[in-house]
């Protein structure tokens, strides 16, 4: 079983960056493949990014490429989100999960407690 949790969220303005952080428990990190997704208020959670268990494979929502980078250091049990260029629009709750395959859909095993991105225009 792996336990993941999010942080690094905030309040930024327009145009500004955040990194946020998914620690993920458990030795067996290294075999889950892990995306990000995010839910504003009143809409569905909608998937973001996502990497495969070695960095391989890596899917992207289209309105955040070239803004948001994923990325995982196996070694430390995390993976990363990189958001520069945020725009009003990205303000949700952002969600990480681990599953057994990489996918842009909901079909993820764990998941965080989310954590909150405001971006103010």
């Known amino acids: 079983q792996v336990q993941v949790v999010e942080s690094g969220g905030g309040l930024v303005q327009a145009g500004g960056s955040l990194k946020l952080s998914c620690a993920a428990s458990?030795?067996?990190?290294?075999?889950?493949?892990m995306g990000w997704f995010r839910q504003a208020p009143g809409k569905e959670r909608e998937f973001v990014a996502a990497?495969?268990?070695?960095?391989?494979?890596?899917y992207y929502k289209d309105s955040v490429k070239g803004r948001f980078t994923i990325s995982r250091a196996n070694a430390k049990n995390t993976v990363y989100l990189q958001m520069n260029s945020l725009k009003p629009e990205d303000t949700a709750v952002y969600y990480c999960?681990?599953?057994?395959?990489?996918?842009?859909?909901?079909?993820?095993?764990?998941w965080g407690q989310g954590t909150q991105v405001t971006v103010s225009s």
């Open positions: 999960a681990a599953g057994p395959i990489v996918t842009t859909t909901l079909a993820y095993d764990y």
């Open positions: 458990g030795r067996t990190f290294i075999s889950y493949n």
């Open positions: 990497i495969s268990w070695n960095g391989g494979v890596i």
